[in-house]
């Protein structure tokens, strides 16, 4: 149910009625949250001073590096879907400002290895940590079973997102 000016609406902009109002209410929530999401990352980029490709490629690496997998500047054009020369120049900036290094590959002499440096993660520790904690605040409230429905509800709208992209 949607409250607008003082009156009740089952309706939105995208779904009727005959889709019901708790159904509708949880869709509506998750647009909210994308929507607070995106101004966050807003705000991360300005006090960071970072483009959205960076902050992205920041949040790759600091996953590979968790995960112990390398990544070459391909694997970064694939995933950002932009070309050569842009991933390039994007590198080029990051290792600029001390965001990452770059090593030469050990499998193939021809590539290089991107890593984030540790002022890349000290610096995004800092800006996000708080957030981070309030959020982890919010997940440890809800009960064990209530988390995994959760993830199954996320897992499920993913693979609809998906199916529709594809």
């Known amino acids: 149910m949607i409250v607008t000016g003082g009156t009740e609406s089952t309706a939105s902009y995208w779904y009727?009625?005959?889709?019901?109002?708790?159904?509708?209410?949880?869709?509506?929530?998750?647009?909210?949250?994308?929507?607070?999401?995106?101004?966050?990352?807003?705000?991360?980029?300005?006090?960071?001073?970072?483009?959205?490709?960076?902050?992205?490629?920041?949040?790759y690496l600091a996953r590979a590096r968790r995960r112990d997998e390398p990544v070459t500047p391909v694997s970064l054009s694939r995933y950002l879907g932009i070309t050569s020369a842009?991933?390039?120049?994007?590198?080029?900036r990051l290792a600029k400002?001390?965001?990452?290094?770059?090593?030469?590959?050990?499998?193939?002499?021809?590539?290089?290895?991107i890593t984030s440096s540790e002022l890349a993660e000290e610096e995004i520790r800092h800006t996000l940590s708080s957030m981070h904690g309030r959020m982890?605040?919010?997940?440890?409230?809800?009960s064990a079973e209530d988390r995994e429905t959760i993830v199954r509800f996320l897992?499920?709208?993913?693979?609809?997102v998906d199916e529709i992209d594809a």
């Open 97 to 113: 400002s001390g965001h990452i290094t770059r090593m030469p590959n050990p499998d193939d002499r021809r590539s290089v290895i």
């Open 16 to 59: 009727d009625e005959a889709d019901g109002a708790r159904s509708t209410a949880v869709l509506e929530a998750m647009r909210s949250y994308r929507a607070a999401e995106v101004a966050m990352r807003r705000r991360t980029q300005q006090a960071m001073d970072m483009g959205e490709n960076e902050l992205l490629v920041l949040r």
């Open 136 to 142: 982890m605040d919010v997940v440890r409230s809800i």
């Open 155 to 160: 897992d499920a709208l993913r693979e609809a």
């Open 86 to 92: 842009s991933t390039t120049a994007l590198l080029d």
